[in-house]
């Protein structure tokens, strides 16, 4: 609180915008970590095995229709595994599985083994790994080497004459394999901003959550604590001189003790609540309804509490409505502890579409606490206000 003479705290806010109650999702357990490694490692291999079966099984299969072809031997069969083998380690060398693949595609064809898949598929897999890795100035340079390799060098070898619809034929399938393979980065890209953006609003969430509560049970405990403070001093002195007198201040500290877990309940109680909110909670949130209350409770510390209101009073948003009462609270506590006074006033004023809740005291105020000693009241004030603008 100020130090200065005469001290207010006022509160102005809209009260067109319902507040915004803060939701978090429930985290699942994540596997354990062999678990996870099993999981990586078998989506590493199992490609592999798919590839090198449709690789060497469908070629042979080709090749018992072409008998003008050389069948299939030794080297044939290493040159179609080839790339399926560079696949192994695609996650960590992009760029030299992708290099693999082409030149044992490459070599294939250059022979007079029987046509069909042949390197192909092993060669798409690393391409779409190379550009889902970044590396996709080299995949598209790949694809240009790959189609001059296919088509320039077998004529200079006799193997075949030029023939310009299998080029053409050949450039458009690499075109679409090219931008096949961006068209699934972009989204796997956009899936991951998505769930790093519904991760962050999920720490958010759970961040302001965190806030509400502490400022919650802040609010609750802190002005009943000190009320019960105060008449338990009082009590004290009038136990030791006038014994016959201390029954209001024990009377006094039962009542703020009661409203204090009743209070703390109804806090609780939210917290128990559901994502849905289905299970309503026992005892009906705090409200400027209830400042008479808080002001008699008050008044028995020994506070002496008025309470002027203008303008047409009306139901306001709920948030609104905690949001005042609690800064009411909150400043009459700091009065009760700081403010060396016995008169303090709360002022409502009622706009067309705001509420200015203003508390006065004409105390001399306490010296400011060190900053490790100072309390968390008013800034939880200030974060109450922020918390109702528009976002």
């Known amino acids: 609180m100020p130090t200065d003479a005469r001290r207010r705290t006022v509160l102005s806010v809209a009260t067109t915008d319902p507040a915004r109650a803060p939701r978090t999702r429930a985290a699942l357990p994540r596997p354990p970590a062999r678990g996870r490694a099993l999981g990586r490692w078998w989506l590493d291999i199992f490609p592999v095995l798919v590839v090198a079966i449709l690789q060497v099984g469908a070629t042979a299969a080709a090749g018992h229709n072409q008998p003008e072809r050389t069948s299939l031997d030794a080297l044939g069969v290493a040159l179609l595994l080839a790339g399926p083998a560079a696949l192994l380690v695609r996650r960590r060398w992009p760029e030299v599985t992708l290099a693999v693949a082409l030149a044992a595609a490459l070599a294939y064809w250059l022979t007079d083994y029987p046509r069909g898949p042949a390197g192909f598929p092993a060669l798409i897999v690393a391409l779409v790994s190379a550009v889902l890795a970044g590396r996709r100035a080299f995949a598209w340079g790949t694809l240009a080497a790959g189609y001059l390799g296919f088509t320039v060098l077998p004529p200079l070898l006799g193997q075949e004459s030029w023939n310009v619809g299998r080029a053409l034929g050949l450039a458009a ?51 009943n604590i000190s009320l019960i403070n105060v008449q338990a001093g009082v009590a004290l002195h009038l136990l030791d001189e006038r014994p016959d007198q201390a029954r209001p201040a024990l009377t006094a500290i039962k009542d703020a003790s009661k409203e204090a877990l009743g209070e703390l309940r109804s806090v609780l109680d939210v917290l128990r609540r559901g994502e849905d909110g289905a299970t309503a909670p026992r005892t009906p949130t705090a409200g400027l309804r209830d400042l008479p209350g808080l002001m008699e409770r008050t008044r028995t510390a020994g506070l002496d509490v008025t309470l002027d209101v203008s303008g047409e009073a009306r139901p306001v948003p709920a948030g609104v409505d905690l949001a005042a009462f609690r800064i009411v609270q909150e400043a009459l506590t700091n009065v009760v502890r700081h403010a060396d006074t016995g008169i303090a006033r709360v002022r409502l004023d009622y706009g067309d579409d705001q509420l200015t809740v203003q508390v006065d005291d004409d105390g001399a105020g306490a010296p400011a606490p060190p900053r490790e000693g100072r309390g968390r009241g008013i800034a939880g004030m200030r974060e109450r206000v922020l918390g109702l603008a528009p976002q």
């Not at 899936?191 to 999920?202: F, G, I, K, N, P």
């Open 173 to 223: 399938w690499l075109l679409v394999l090219g931008t096949g393979a961006e068209i699934f980065r972009t989204r796997r890209e956009r899936r991951a901003e998505l769930a790093h953006v519904q991760a962050e609003e999920a720490r958010r969430r759970a961040s302001e959550e965190r806030l509400l509560i502490a400022r919650e049970l802040h609010d609750v405990l802190a002005h």
